[in-house]
């Protein structure tokens, strides 16, 4: 859940899923329209974003995109509720 007037951080770790060895080369996070990204940053196996706003009532999508220093490609999706507190 994320209040429509907070600024909120959300995580995404991957140290599961890459392959050993393998670190994260680039991040893109893929945010809903009613979502500001304020900024976003990532290291070798977890992807960070700092987002604000959101629409009350709606569950906007984020998505983060990582690309593994083997050329792999892989998103995962957070859906999160905007409510007002």
């Known amino acids: 859940m994320k209040d429509v ?3 909120l951080d959300f995580r995404i770790n991957w140290t599961r899923w890459l392959p050993e060895e393998s670190v994260i080369v ?8 009613t979502l500001v990204e304020v900024t976003s940053v990532h290291n070798d196996q977890r992807a960070t974003i700092l987002v604000r706003g959101g629409v ?3 569950r ?3 998505t983060n995109r990582i690309t593994t220093s083997d050329g792999l490609v892989d998103d995962r999706t957070i859906r999160l509720k905007i409510t007002q507190h």
């Open 5 to 7: 007037d907070a600024t």
């Open 26 to 33: 680039a991040s893109e996070w893929i945010v809903d329209d």
């Open 56 to 58: 009350v009532g709606q």
């Open 60 to 62: 906007p999508l984020i």
